[in-house]
């Protein structure tokens, strides 16, 4: 395949070459065009794989009627039961990195949607628990679970040492994304 085909079959805006020609930004001189053309195959496929998370995340809020953040508790929940441990208001917003007035409100939100319960603490008089319904537990298992559960295979699929290698690569992707603040 010569370069020119190979150029128009990868997504242009993410070719160093169409968007930065004069390499102001990005020194690709030490690759040849089948390696830019193997880069950008898989930074579109980190696209792609961006665009349908958050795709399915938007239609499972979307479905269930709840934001991103109610949506962070219903997984907390649900992976606090599976581990049979008691979760608090306090816990939840330790763990969503909310106040505890946001979360208030929130629980508030999923009790009325019937999402969640709230039941006196088993030790603690002064506090109170809170538990998914079984409805939304099941939903949220079988939606974001078994999408995850797919996840689980293609990543098991990998070598220990292919592992490695996306692990590094994610990871070193993920501190770009720090490095610009």
């Known amino acids: ?7 128009q079959s990868v997504e242009p805006m993410l070719d160093p070459r169409v968007i930065d020609p004069g390499q102001e930004l990005v020194d690709y001189s030490r690759f040849d065009d089948a390696e830019i053309q193997q880069i950008v195959r898989l930074l579109t496929s ?5 665009e349908s998370e958050q795709a399915m995340s938007f239609r499972s809020r979307t479905e269930m009627k709840l934001n991103e953040t109610d949506m962070k508790a219903l997984r907390y929940l649900v992976a606090a039961k599976n581990q049979r441990q008691v979760v608090t208001p306090g816990l939840l ?7 505890t007035a ?3 409100k929130l629980l508030d939100r999923l009790a009325a949607a019937g999402h969640i319960e709230r039941a006196p603490h088993p030790t603690d008089r002064r506090a109170v628990t809170v538990t998914i319904t079984r409805s939304t537990h099941e939903h949220v298992r079988d ?5 995850h559960a797919r996840r689980f295979e293609a990543a098991a699929a990998l070598t220990p040492a292919e592992r490695e290698v996306v692990i590094r ?4 992707l993920g501190a ?3 490095d610009a603040q």
């Open 46 to 50: 980190v696209r792609r794989w961006r």
């Open 93 to 99: 917003s330790e763990h969503l990195s909310i106040s």
């Open 143 to 147: 939606s974001v679970g078994r999408l």
């Open 169 to 172: 690569f994610l990871d070193d």
């Open 1 to 7: 395949m010569d370069a020119t085909r190979d150029r």
């Open 176 to 178: 770009t994304g720090a």
């Open 102 to 104: 946001a979360t208030t």
